[in-house]
């Protein structure tokens, strides 16, 4: 009995720290990073100041965990889409590219919480070492998918070529988070299919999900 009370109370504690960190990510997506006040984010989860400090010994250790928790959301959507192992290496690495490139990680509000938490770490160490631990980690994995086509060994040119991969995914992010509205449907996915296997010398379209919508005109 006294194990399911320690384990009901582990459990009831991750979810609290869970709110706040959604309550933070929430005000950052409405009003920026200066509108994630103590109070507010207390408010908006629905406890006192005080209990903040239960979980996080400051606002910036709050900030930092809010922003761990959206960037490792970004990337288990790309991770979670290429889960099956009978894909091949080129059916994984089109499927990264479009999942990157599409809904829930192309969202105007995502978009909205990483520019306030980017904004912030000019002036945070430890901020900017969560942004560089994120960015590696996604980098690392494109850069694995990209060793899977086996079509070079040599570490610097792979590093490289995943650098170039992702920095076009990235802007191509950027510009359908901002406007959505500007582009038709999945096509952000096929510019980036079409950018990423020439990087590689590799036509990606033949191995993209089967639901990619066909577009005459990518914009």
Request: with cysteine; net charge negative.
């Amino acid at each position: 009995m006294s194990g399911e009370r320690r384990k009901f109370r582990r459990e009831g504690e991750a979810a609290r720290r869970e709110a706040l960190i959604s309550a933070a990510l929430d005000l950052v997506a409405e009003s920026g990073p200066q509108a994630a006040t103590v109070r507010a984010i207390a408010d908006r989860a629905g406890v006192t100041p005080g209990l903040i400090r239960h979980y996080f010994a400051s606002k910036g250790e709050l900030a930092r965990a809010a922003f761990r928790t959206l960037m490792d959301r970004l990337n288990a959507i790309s991770d979670a889409a290429i889960g099956d192992p009978g894909m091949t290496a080129e059916q994984q690495l089109a499927t990264f590219v479009v999942t990157s490139l599409r809904p829930p990680s192309v969202d105007p509000e995502v978009l909205t919480q990483w520019a306030g938490f980017i904004h912030m770490i000019r002036s945070d160490d430890a901020l900017r070492s969560v942004h560089e631990a994120t960015y590696v980690a996604y980098r690392d994995r494109l850069e694995r998918l990209i060793a899977d086509l086996a079509r070079t060994n040599d570490p610097a040119r792979l590093r490289a070529q995943a650098i170039a991969c992702n920095a076009v995914i990235d802007g191509l992010w950027l510009e359908g988070s901002a406007l959505p509205s500007a582009f038709a449907p999945d096509a952000l996915a096929r510019i980036g299919l079409a950018s990423v296997g020439a990087i590689l010398g590799v036509d990606l379209f033949p191995h993209a999900p089967d639901d990619l919508i066909q577009e005459v005109d990518p914009t």
